[in-house]
């Protein structure tokens, strides 16, 4: 007897775990689109401009050596330098529009991973333009995550003054090689 009320139990579960765990689908019927010849859709048009953007990035991008970097490192046109005063570290506000550009196109391509690398005039000596040149490219790095882009994403490096854009010994010159400069790098 308790045999037979335990399976009528189990049955009515069964049946209940069934009526619930098994909703109904819902049919949505799309309206079929009314194109005449020449017309493009919205979508399509959107995939377009998203297929030239991505085909002008690629363009963008040219292999570097760089010395101590392992894997691939490409420099691109698209991502802009940002530049700095005498002995500061923070974002000019022309330079933070430069950075929301980077940032929009980071976020446009997330398998893309960058290094941001500082640099400074020849004044100062060789470990004072390291650690201000580490500040400047921490600088950078901070603005774009706190504009949407991981951190995971971007690394960071000094070089001081090791590496001057500009030759110079000059204020203009100086004021060129005080800046943070974003490479691709494949790690």
Not at 51 to 58: D, I, L, M, P, S
Not at 93 to 112: C, F, M, T, V
């Amino acid at each position: 007897m308790v045999r037979k009320h335990l399976g009528i139990l189990v049955l009515i579960l069964c049946l209940g775990l069934i009526l619930v765990g098994c909703p109904k689908k819902t049919m949505v019927k799309e309206e079929p689109s009314v194109k005449s010849e020449g017309t493009v859709s919205k979508h399509e048009a959107e995939r377009g401009k998203e297929t030239k953007a991505k085909e002008e990035f690629e363009k963008s991008l040219t292999p570097k050596q760089t010395p101590g970097v392992s894997g691939e490192v490409f420099e691109s046109s698209l991502l802009k330098d940002i530049h700095f005063d005498f002995d500061r570290y923070n974002i000019r506000p022309g330079d933070g529009e430069i950075l929301d550009q980077n940032a929009a196109l980071l976020k446009k391509y997330p398998n893309i991973r960058i290094q941001v690398e500082g640099h400074c005039d020849e004044r100062g000596t060789v470990e004072y333009n390291l650690a201000l040149g580490e500040r400047r490219a921490n600088s950078a790095k901070n603005y774009l995550i706190s504009h949407g882009v991981p951190p995971s994403r971007i690394s960071t490096i000094s070089y001081g003054k090791e590496k001057p854009l500009d030759p110079g010994h000059n204020e203009q010159a100086w004021a060129k090689n005080r800046r943070a400069h974003t490479i691709i790098t494949s790690k």
